[in-house]
C-alpha cells in the first residue's frame, strides 16, 4: 500500500520536476503608434561655410533655436520625416543665423522656426523647394 | 537499556510543563527576528578598496607612471593584506586603487594604507600635490532613487527643487549619503569679453585678484568702554552679482574700470556641463506623457547596517510630506526610479514564502509514510528549528538576503529527516506496543537517538567546509554553509527534545488486530528479492549490472566535454534593471555624445517591457554595486553617456531581463556604430563584480607591444561569434595643441610664463574665485571667470587674449608696466597627440580588452578556449607565439605575454575552493565512519554513492537546458553527505542482521527491503523540498544537483551497494 502511495506522489511531481524547462517566445518591439502630421514651410538644411578662422562652422537660423532654461534645443526632422528635439551648444551669430559647436551635422534638416506646437514624433512634410536643395547639394 | 545522550534529553523534556513553552517562545523570537534583521536582496560583500588620487599637474602619464604611480606602488607591497594594486596614469594624476583582501577591516586598512602613503611622500616629486584617499564601500550604492522631472522645468530649477528636498531629508535618522545628479548649479559667471578687456588694459588675473581681495571680511577686534565690549568687524563679503560688478578691477584715463565694464555678468545657471533625460517606455504606468523630460536625480544612500526597506519608506513619506508643504514647487513631479529597499522587501517575502511551500510540500511527503499525525509532528518541529536559526541570523548580525534564506530552503529536506527518524521510530514502538507509551518514547529515543547524532554531523561535515571558499565570493557563499549547520543543529536538538514531546502525545497506538510481522510479506521484499537475488547470485549478472551503471557514469560525464551542459560560474539573474554604458571617441563634444545616448534611449523606450530609461551625459548614472567595483562613478567625461533603462516588475514580463538585453543589444550597438560609440549593455552581474565578464590582459616590455598585440586580440574576440561588447582601455589619439611660451620673448616683454599659463586657463577652462556670501541657497554659489563659449571655439579665438607686462617688476624686461601684449606674439603652436593613459596591475604595465558573452555562448570559459587557439596562432613580429595563461601572472616582461582575468579569475577560484572543500568532506565523512564501524573497507564502499550522484546531476542539468554552476557544485557536496547516510542506513542494519546469525545475501535482501522505506523518505523529503529553488535563476542549479542527484543516486545506492558490500564480504561468509 505504501508503495502505491509512492508512485503517485512521484509521479505527480515528476512533472514539476520538468517545470522551468524551455524558453518562452520574444515579443517582438512594438511600433510606437503613427503619429499625426503636419505641414511646415520653413525646413532648412544645416549650412556648412567657410568659418572666420581655419575650418568651417555650422550654422543654423537664430529662429530655429528653442531655449529651456540653460539648453538650447532644435526641432530636427529626421528621414521618415519625424521631428526629434535635438540639443545643441551655440556660438556667435552670424547675420541671423547662429554657428553650433556640437549637435547636428551639417545637411540635417532642422524646423527653420521654432514652432511649440510642434510635438517630438510628429511627422511633417517638407516644402518642395527644400527638397530640390537638398538634392542639388 | 543505555539512554545514551539522547534518551536523557527526552527523559527529561518528554512530560517536561518547560517544553511547550520553550517551543512556542522559540517561535515567537523566530517570528521577531525576522522582522528586525535588515532585509536586503544580495548579500553585503565588504570589498575593502581604497581609490587614491594624486596631482601632479602638467605631468605626461609616462611620466606620472615613472615618478608616482611606480614608487608608491611599490611601497604598498609592504602593507600586510593588499590584495590588488591597481594604478591608471593619465596626464596630470594618477589614480592608484588598492583592493584589501575580502573582509578586512576597513578602518585598519585606510590606516595602514594613510601611514605608508605618509611616509612616501617625501619621495615624490616636486609638483606632487596632497593625495586624495577616497574609501569605496558598499553603502555608496544609493538605495533610493527619486527622479525630479517636470514638462518644462528646466535643469536649473530641477536641481534648486532637488536641493531643497535633499536638505529636509537628511533630517531622516540613518540616512547616508545624499547626492544630486544632473542639472546645473547656481553660479556667478563673469564672461570677459576680449575687446573691452584690451581697450581698459584690464587682464584675467587681475580680475581674479581683484575681486578675491574685495571678497573678505575678518572680525579685527573688540573695544572695551563702559564695561561693555563692541565688536570691530573689517569688510564687506560679496553678495550678489552687483556687488561683483562693482568690484574696481583697474583705471583706465582717469576713472575706475568696473568689472561690469569689461565682462558680462549673469547670476543664473552655470554653463551647461551634462544633459539629464527621462523618457517614459512603452511599458510606463497610465498617463505618463510621451516625450523626453529634463531631469535631475536625487540619490539617498544608507547607513551601514540599516534596514533599506525602512529608510525608503521613511524618505518617500517626507517626500510626500513636502510636496503638500509645496517645498516641491508646482509642475515638478518626483518619480522613484529605484528602490533596492522594496525589491529586497519583495525578494525576501518571496523566499519567506517559498521556504513555507518547501515546508509543507514535506509535510505532505511524510504524510503519506507516517499518517497525518506523524506530519503534524513533523510540521510542528521544522518552524521551530528555523525560527532558531532565524533568531541566530539576526544576532549574528546577518540580514536576511537570497543567500541566508536560500540556505533555509536548502536544508528544509535535511532538517525534516532527524524527527522524520524520531517520529517513525516512535510511531514503529508505539506500534509494537511491549511496553507503556512514555516508556515506548523513551525507548525509541535511545535508539536511534545515536546513529541520529551522527547522520546529522555528517551533513554538517559535508556543508561546513564550504566556509572557507576565498575571494569575493568568500562572503557572498559563506551564509550557506552556516546558515544550514546552525540549521542541522538546531534541528538536532528540536528532535531529541520538541519532537518526542510532540509525538508522545500526537501519534496514537493502533487499536485493532496485530499481524506477526514478516518481512517477506512486504512489497519492497518482493521487489528487492526479485532485482538483488539473480545479481547476486550470478556474478555474470553481476558485473554486466555494474557495466551499466559504469556506462550510465561514463555517458553522464561525457555530456560535459560534449558541451551538452556548461559550466558557468552563476547565471544572470533576473533582475528590473540594466545600464547602457556609451563610450564615444575621445575628443567628442558633450552634445554628441547626448545625441547617441537620446538616440538609444528612444528605441529602448519602444521595447515592450521597458518602463522608464534615463540617460545622463557628461555624469555619471546613478551606481549599483558593479559600477561600484568598475568604477563608473568617474565617468564624468563630454564623451561618455549612461543610459539607465527599468524595466516592469518582473511578475508583469514574460521574459527575464538577460534575454531582454540580449534581444536589445544589436538594435543598441547598430545606433552607437552609426556614430562611432562603443555601446555597451552592462547588467547586474549575479555574483561578485569584475571589470567585464572576459578581460585579457596583455603584459609585455613596451607601451608599443602591448597595444599591437592587444589590437590583435581585440581583432580576434570580434571575430568570435558570442563575444559581444568588445572594448579596450586604449583611448582614441585625441588632438592636443600645445601652445609653446617663446620664453625669451615672453620674459622680454615682461611677461612670465606662469602669468600666460593662469590667463589662458582662465580664459578656456574657466576659473571659481571664490563664493557670494550671504545666500540662502543650500549649495554654495561659486564666482567663475571664463570666456563666453562663442569666444572660445578656435585656435584664432586665442590670438586676441592679452597678458599684462609686468614691466620691470618681472626683472627680466625694461619696458614699463602695464602694456597689453597678445599672446599670439608670445606662443608657437604646434599640434600633437595626448598621451595616452598607462594602466598598470600589481606592477607590471597592462593593456585590458574587455568583452562580454551572450548569444552562442553564454560561458565565458568556452569563449576563451575557443580563441586561445587563434591567440596561439597569432604571429608576433619577433617570432614567439603567446599561448594565454589562466591562473598566473607571466614569469617575465620581456615577452609579450597575455593572461586571462575577468569572471574566469572568481570561476577558477570558487571551483578550486570548492574542490577543496570536496576533498577535505570526503575525508571528513571516511574519518566519521571508520570511527563509526570501526573498519577501513567498509566505508569506502558506502562511499561509492558519492560519484553515483553524478549520473543524474549531469543529465539532470542537460534536460533543464541549464549551466553546471557553483551553486550545483554546492548541491554535489551536500548531497554527499545526504547519500552516504543512506549507505550507512543500509549498511548498519546489514551487520545487525549477521550479527543475529542471518546468512549474507538473505541479510543484504532483507535490510534492503527494511531501510528503503526510511532511505526513500529521506532523499524524498531532500528531492521535495529543492523543487521550489527551481524557479530561482541562481539557485537554479543548486535544486537540480539536489533533484535529479537525488533520485538517481537514492535508486542507484539501493542496488549497487549491496552488491559491491557482497563482493566484499564473500570471503568471509
Known sequence: ?137 | MNEGIAGKLAKQFINSKITPLLMVAALLVGVIATFMTPREEEPQIVVPMVDIYIPYPGAAPSEVAERVAKPFERSLTEIQGVDYVYSTSMPDFALVTVRYDVGASTEESMVKLWGTLMKNMDKMPAGVQMPLMKKVAIDDVPVLNLTFWGGKTDPYRLRQAAIDVADELKKIPDIGDVEIKGGLKRQVRILLDKSKLQRYNVSAPQIMQQIQSANSQITSGDFTSMNREVIVRTGKFLESAEDVGSVVVGVYGGSPVYVRDVATISDGPEEVNNYNFLTWGAAAPAGMPDGEFPAVTLTVAKRKGTDASVLAGKVIAKVNQLEEQKVVPHGITVTETRNYGETATEKVFTLLEHLSIAVVAVTIVVGFFLGWRGALVNFMSVPITFALTLLVYFLFDYSLNRVTLFALIFVTGIVVDDSIIIAENIHRHFAMKRQPKLQAAITAVSEVGNPTILATFTVIAAVLPMVFVSGLMGPYMSPMPIGASLAMIFSLLVALIATPWLSYRLLKTEEGGHDEYDIQKTSYYRVFNSVLSPLIDSSLKRWMAFGVVGLMLLGAIALVPLKAVEMKMLPFDNKNEFQVIIDMPEGTALEETGRVAQEISGYLRTVPEVESCQYYVGTNAPINFNGLVRHYYLRQADNMADVQVNLVDKAQRSDQSHDIAKRVRAGVQEIGRKYGANAKIVEIPPGPPVLSTLVAEIYGPTEKDRIELAGKVKQIFLETPGVVDVDWLVEDDQEVYDLVVDKKKAAFRGVSVQQIAQTLRMSVAGMDIGALHGQPDLEQVVIHVRLPKADRTSLGDLSNIFVQSQGMGSMTSRLRAGEMIPLSELVKVEKSVQDKSIYRKDLHDVVYVTADVAGVTESPVYAMLEMDKKIAALKLPDGHSVSPLYTSLPESEAKTAMKWDGEWQITFEVFRDLGTAFAVVLVIIYLLIVGWFQSFKTPLIMMIAIPLSLVGIIPGHWIHGAFFTATSMIGMIALAGIMVRNSVLLIDFIQIRRDEGEGLKQAIIESAAVRTRPIILTSGAVVIGSIVMLFDPIFQGLAISMIWGGVLSTILTLVVVPLVYYMAEKKNA
Open chain 1, 1 to 137: 500500500m505504501a508503495l502505491k502511495k509512492q508512485n503517485i506522489v512521484f509521479a505527480a511531481f515528476t512533472a514539476l520536476l520538468f517545470a522551468g524547462c524551455g524558453g518562452h517566445e520574444a515579443p517582438s518591439p512594438q511600433q510606437p503608434a503613427a503619429a499625426e502630421t503636419v505641414a511646415v514651410q520653413n525646413i532648412l538644411p544645416v549650412e556648412a561655410v567657410q568659418g572666420s578662422g581655419n575650418g568651417s562652422q555650422l550654422l543654423v537660423p537664430a529662429t530655429a533655436v528653442f531655449r529651456e532654461g540653460a539648453l538650447q534645443g532644435v526641432l530636427v526632422v529626421g528621414d521618415d520625416g519625424r521631428i526629434a528635439v535635438r540639443w545643441i551648444s551655440t556660438g556667435h551669430a552670424v547675420a541671423g543665423n547662429l554657428v553650433v559647436l556640437a549637435g547636428l551635422d551639417a545637411g540635417e534638416l532642422v524646423v527653420g522656426s521654432y514652432d511649440p506646437a510642434l510635438r517630438e514624433g510628429i511627422t511633417v512634410t517638407k516644402s518642395q523647394s527644400v527638397t530640390e536643395e537638398v538634392q542639388s547639394k
